[in-house]
């Protein structure tokens, strides 16, 4: 192996990465897949899952799909189980929780099923994934556990709502996680990005004053694309991230300290 390989290879790795089909999941999920893991990713429209294993497995890599309703604790695991069967009956060693809704009407509007399914899909699927997984990472020596939170996990901005909420707590599980694993092996991050045209952005991208606004909030002058989070994200799974564990790593163009 060369050094490269020894710090960021994921060969021989196995991982599971939920809203892999579409946006920042299905970057992460390709870049994990090209680095050497098999991967399966979890999501609920069969059509693109199949779309994104079809191009993983196109650039020779080991991908396999479960489509599942993250909504819900028996969904969540009915899911986690799905994708272990879907790894041949192994336990994954990369946990990567991207998926989520981004339903934020004003806060004066904000019903509880709105408040209820943000939470259940962006901080209690991950909750209950981790729950499932990561005893089992800390037994063997070995796990890297990511979640995407947001901005709105730091700053209100564009209607935080009840996805900011969701995010924060996202980013506090992500601590206490990594307080009770990483000294078996087991580190434990978030990625947090800028504004990213991807489709869970796909309605405040129509107001392009507003675009443009955000951009201009960065240090590089552009907004995010899918694909900045795939070096990341090798990292954070890699052998090179052991010693990084709690943290909040932004992949956001500078916009958090412009």
Known sequence: MTYLDELFSLSGLNAVVT?????????????????????????RREAELKDTVDELTGLGASAAWVSGDLATRPGVRQAAEDA???????EPDIL????????????SELTDEVWDRTMAVNLEAP?????????????????RIIHVT???????????????VAKGGLESLARSQAEAWSPYG????????????????ERL??????VAELAARTMIGRNGLAEDFEGAAVFLASRASAYVTGQAVFVDGGLSVH
């Open 19 to 43: 809203g892999g089909s579409s946006g920042i999941g299905r970057a992460i999920a390709r870049a994990l897949a090209r680095a050497g893991a098999s991967v399966v990713i979890v999501a």
């Open 84 to 90: 272990v069967r879907a790894l041949g009956g192994a």
């Open 96 to 107: 990567v929780n991207s998926a989520g809704i981004n339903l934020r009407p004003p806060l």
């Open 127 to 143: 909750f209950l994934l981790g729950q499932r997984f990561g005893p089992g990472m800390a037994e063997r020596g070995f796990g």
């Open 150 to 164: 947001s901005q709105q996990a730091h700053r209100a901005f564009v209607q935080s709502g009840a996805y900011g």
């Open 186 to 201: 087991v580190t434990v991050n978030t990625l947090v990005p800028g504004f990213v045209l991807t489709p869970l952005n």
């Open 205 to 210: 991208s129509s107001d392009t004053a507003k």
